[in-house]
């Protein structure tokens, strides 16, 4: 399994909860400085040869080039890719009106939103077309089973149909070419055999970083822990199959509107 944006919030918890859960992974973790990742080389410490930390900026395309190299080089083989690297806006506050909006702030979210997670999956595909299907569930028709799983991780406001308030530009609009992202791969991963499920799933109101500044306009039954987020996406990871790949869903299973 690899994750991108390993070292914090959703990431940092997926690595967690599939060394505790899944004994057999082999767990690949990548963030931009992995020196500064304090938890993460802790979690490394308790989990010797399992857990690998790899330095990757997901904006840097020959980053991503090599952590893949690197991957075909030690394992040979991926079942999960989990895109979770993320920016609300390089300010850390999302637009609330047009007069906010400038080309390389949108240009910026973009790269880290969509672009990132495009090309992470541009390079990691040949492996997760290698993988053993170790994720998800497995009909007994072997045309319709899966070797890899790629999670997107999307949000709420980036579904159009959904959106009725408006407001954060960049940051809905890059996760709605995520999600653009997720149903192309979908169609083209989904061809022929081995065929790769690729998904966009919403976390729900994290207490993250990313969300921290807003926490006082969310209900407290609905902002998650991270444990309590990465629980939810689990289930839903560990029940995916083929004939639910190109969708978005919910933490708690629900399908939402592109």
């Not at 400085?33 to 304090?38: G, M, Q, S, T």
């Not at 299907?133 to 072997?142: D, H, I, L, R, T």
């Not at 954060?168 to 997720?182: D, G, I």
């Amino acid at each position: 399994m690899l994750h991108s944006g390993a070292s914090r919030g959703l990431g940092l918890e997926f690595c967690k909860q599939i060394l505790k859960k899944k004994s057999s992974a082999a767990v690949l973790a990548t963030c931009r400085n992995p020196d500064a990742a304090a938890e993460l080389r802790v979690l490394a410490g308790q989990h010797p040869g399992r857990l690998t930390v790899l330095k990757l900026d997901v904006n840097l395309e020959e980053d991503i080039r090599a952590a893949a190299a690197l991957v075909m080089g030690g394992f040979g083989r991926l079942d999960l890719l989990v895109n979770s690297s993320a920016m609300l806006h390089p300010s850390g506050r999302g637009e609330t009106s047009l007069r906010d909006v400038s080309a390389q702030d949108v240009i910026s979210t973009f790269t880290t939103n969509a672009v990132g997670p495009l090309v992470m999956t541009r390079y990691f595909a040949p492996l997760l077309q290698k993988g053993s299907g170790g994720f998800g569930q497995q009909p007994a028709e072997k045309s319709q089973q899966h070797s890899g799983i790629i999670v997107n991780i999307t949000a709420k406001v980036g579904s159009i149909g959904d959106n009725g308030l408006g407001g954060w530009y960049s940051y809905r609009m890059s996760k709605a070419a995520l999600n653009m992202a997720t149903r192309n791969i979908s169609i083209e991963l989904g061809r022929g055999r081995p065929k790769v499920v690729c998904v966009s799933l919403h976390p729900g109101t994290v207490d993250t970083d990313l969300s921290r500044p807003y926490h006082k306009n969310v209900p407290k039954d609905k902002l998650f822990s991270a444990e309590h987020s990465v629980s939810c996406l689990m289930n839903i990871i560990n029940t995916l199959s083929f004939e639910k790949t190109g969708r978005a869903y919910s933490w708690d299973g629900t399908e939402l509107p592109w």
